[in-house]
């Protein structure tokens, strides 16, 4: 009878202990920000009152802006996640992203930007100094303890006031597994070759041509070089 207790007590000691290193290793844990949430503005989903048009929609979410505030978007998600207060936390502790203000179940409120890397480019507005703010925003988020994970030109966000660039969308992140060396490395790369770098970190999974044009273009913007046929180097990469 004592050897079936204490068999009985191994057992359940084994199973605490692996639950505790699994969570330990996740970095989703319910609730880890509650209760450390600042400057909220919409309480008791009266932001639902003052949701105005949808400016995009996916099938796992949808943005809004508000009728009453054109500070900050409503970022809404299809299906509830529990890891809303996960991302809440890593997008306002990198210190590069826009400030989530308030957040639900379903839902967060963010600061809004002025326009994608995506509409930079496709509006002809990309040149050097706008380059030399996109690999400092990356060199800061090679940092990071977090790894983002999803980063394409519709997650580079364009401050204009600040004339910077700021990440969104964290909900891929996790612990940042770039080893020492890989992040010396990085740091000891000049301009050029570190934008070679994040260009084809940022299109992965794009044809080898689109990415060799991406390059090309811009090297050519950083150098302040004339780009022969941009329209058409345009027309291309819009449809992506």
Same mark, same amino acid.
């Given at each position: ?24 290793n996740?970095? #989703? =844990?319910? *609730? @880890? %920000? /509650? &209760? +450390? !949430?600042? $400057?909220?503005? #919409? =309480?008791? *989903? @009266? %932001? /639902? &009152? +003052? !949701?105005? $048009?949808?400016? #995009? =929609? ?12 054109? =500070? ?21 502790e ?24 995506k ?53 891929k ?6 080893n ?61």
């Open positions: 009878m004592n050897n079936i207790l204490i068999l009985i007590i191994l057992v359940i000691l084994l199973f605490s202990i692996i639950k505790y290193i699994s969570n330990k996740n970095i #989703y =844990k319910s *609730d @880890i %920000y /509650k &209760g +450390d !949430k600042t $400057d909220i503005i #919409y =309480k008791n *989903d @009266i %932001y /639902k &009152g +003052d !949701k105005g $048009d949808i400016i #995009y =929609k996916s099938n796992k979410t949808e943005i809004y802006n508000f009728k009453n505030n054109n =500070k900050y978007l409503l970022k809404k998600f299809i299906k509830k996640k529990n890891t809303i207060p996960d991302q809440v936390k890593i997008n306002n990198s210190n590069v992203s826009p400030k989530i203000i308030e957040y639900g179940k379903d839902y967060y409120i963010i600061e809004k930007m002025d326009k994608t890397l509409n930079i480019i496709l509006q002809g507005e990309m040149d050097a100094n706008i380059l030399h703010k996109f690999l400092e925003i990356n060199r800061k988020i090679d940092k990071y303890k977090y790894s983002h994970n999803d980063l394409h030109w519709d997650n580079y966000l364009w401050d204009l006031n600040n004339k910077e660039f700021k990440i969104i969308d964290w909900e992140a996790n612990i940042n597994k770039i020492k060396i890989n992040k010396i490395n990085r740091s000891n790369l000049n301009d050029r070759d570190y934008l070679i770098l994040k260009i084809k970190e940022t299109t992965v999974g794009l044809h080898e041509m689109v990415i060799e044009q991406a390059i090309k273009y811009s090297l050519s913007k950083y150098d302040n070089e004339k780009i022969e046929n941009e329209e058409e180097i345009l027309l291309l990469f819009s449809q992506f």
